[in-house]
């Protein structure tokens, strides 16, 4: 509950913060906090999706299933999943490789 309101262990407050990794802790906490159930939304909405009539507009939960089997939530549930892999693994090689 400490790191939902912005109070992580070991940090300084607000603008006292010294090493990049403190600016950026918070902002890592939530995003490893959120990923888990971005993953879960994108299954549940891809399977979801496979049983659904696409001519049926009336079911209740269609607008729900449509925005998370969509391909764009896709490309922000990997773009997240992403950054988290190099919050904390660093950077994949081929993007180290290309900034020489």
Not at 47 to 64: F, G, M, S, T, V
Request: proline share 7%.
């Amino acid at each position: 509950m400490a790191t939902a309101s912005g109070k992580v262990e070991g940090v300084k407050g607000p603008g006292k913060l010294a090493t990049p990794f403190e600016r950026t802790k918070v902002a890592a906490y939530t995003l490893a906090a959120i990923t888990p159930c971005m993953r879960l939304y994108s299954f549940l909405g891809k399977e979801l999706q496979a049983l659904l009539d696409p001519e049926d507009d009336r079911h209740p939960y269609k607008k729900w299933i449509d925005s998370y089997s969509s391909e764009s939530f896709q490309v922000i549930y990997s773009f997240a999943s992403g950054i988290l892999h190099c919050v904390f693994n660093g950077p994949p090689n081929y993007i180290l490789l290309t900034a020489v």
